[in-house]
């Protein structure tokens, strides 16, 4: 599923807006330690597997939801590899909608069945080393959570506060006190 009925509805309110969004995503290695990406069909570039966690729904239940939609596969989150926002989050698609996740990245293992791309959102697939990567159009923020995460290293990653502090919000809209 693209976008699910939820974002579709904030979406009519919103537009291309930028949306925060929750999102799981899963590092799930091969005997050899190699690391399983996927082709989205849309951009043309190599990412880790994942999409947003829904309304109600836990983060390890997304992640195993995505997995079977994505690739046809039973996943078992095994750890928290690390929790990532910001900038380096923001992705704008084709149609113009904008959004900035917010990702739990999860170690996990496939626990039953092969991995066959659905066609709608994962072109294909393919287990990967770092040298491999190297010559791939590997999406920006696939960079960024690999290069901050070991699948064998124990302990959450997150990226640093950084040194101007938080982030430039803009101002909330506030009501003239005739409106009311």
């Known amino acids: 599923m693209a976008i699910s009925a939820y974002l579709r509805r904030l979406r009519q309110y919103v537009g291309h807006d930028l949306l925060l969004i929750p999102a799981v995503t899963a590092v799930v290695t091969d005997g050899e330690g190699r690391i399983l990406l996927v082709e989205d069909v849309d951009s043309g570039r190599w990412i880790l597997p ?3 966690v829904d309304p109600g729904e836990r983060p390890a239940d997304a992640l195993v939801r995505e997995m079977r939609e994505e690739l046809g596969v039973e996943v078992e989150p095994t750890a ?3 929790v990532f926002g910001g ?3 923001v992705t704008e698609y084709r149609n113009g909608d904008r959004v900035e996740y917010v990702t739990t990245v999860f170690a996990c ?3 039953a069945g092969e991995p066959v ?3 709608e959102e994962v072109a294909r697939f393919r287990f990967t080393s770092s040298e491999e990567r190297d010559g791939m159009r590997v999406a920006p923020l696939t960079r960024h959570i690999l290069a901050r995460t070991d699948p ?3 302990g959450a990653r997150f990226d640093p506060p950084s040194p101007s502090g938080a982030a430039d919000v803009p101002e ?3 009501e003239s006190p005739g409106k009311r």
Do not use: N, S, W
Request: glycine share 20%; with cysteine; proline share 19%.
């Open 50 to 52: 994942g999409g947003a």
């Open 80 to 82: 928290v590899l690390g």
């Open 87 to 89: 900038p380096e989050c």
């Open 109 to 111: 293992r496939i626990v």
């Open 117 to 119: 791309p659905d066609g």
């Open 152 to 154: 064998d290293a124990p």
């Open 172 to 174: 909330p809209v506030r």
